[in-house]
């Protein structure tokens, strides 16, 4: 696993990993804007692992999409948190198995010796709490880039 840097995706499928803070900010900075069906997220307590399968916007590529007047793509992606004690979540209800969700941010809480609490806030007030022994989280691209649905980039007031 190498560090995590936003300029790493270019055309490759991403292969990221994060052990720290600015390494997760990467990933969360990937990950904004990322949709996914309450049915892709996956709790393995016994391998204190949290998963989920996200349709990832291509924001590495968004600038040179612009330039070469060509569609904005998305990508599916595999998140996956490892070291996870417990996970909560609000907002979140898994009995609708048609619920589709929006990540906007991926946070870290530290606690003590590097534990704490990774934040993942979903639009429309929802949450996902995992308590983590320390960060260790991977991002992989796992499908070729598609076009995105909308044909746009997701938008955001500076």
């Given amino acids: 696993m190498t560090d995590a840097s936003f ?3 270019r055309e490759a499928p991403l292969n990221l990993g994060a052990e720290d803070g600015d390494d997760l900010q990467v990933i969360s900075t990937l990950t904004q804007d990322a949709v996914f069906p309450v049915t892709e997220m996956t ?23 612009t330039r ?46 590097g534990a704490g609490q990774i934040i993942l806030t979903l639009a429309g007030d929802g949450a996902i709490r995992l308590s983590v022994e320390a960060i260790d989280a991977t991002l992989k691209d796992v499908t070729r ?14």
Avoid: C, I, T
């Fill in 145 to 158: 880039p598609y076009q995105a649905p909308s044909g746009q980039a997701p938008h955001h007031p500076e």
């Fill in 43 to 65: 709790w393995q307590p016994s391998q204190r692992r949290f998963g989920l399968l996200l349709n990832r916007f291509r924001w590495e590529d968004k600038d040179a999409a």
């Fill in 7 to 9: 300029h790493d995706g």
């Fill in 68 to 113: 070469r007047r060509r569609a904005f793509e998305r990508v599916q992606s595999v998140l996956v948190f490892d070291s996870v004690l417990s996970v909560a979540s609000q907002g979140v209800d898994r009995s609708d198995k048609d619920m589709v969700m929006s990540l906007l941010s991926v946070d870290f809480e530290p606690g003590e010796d």
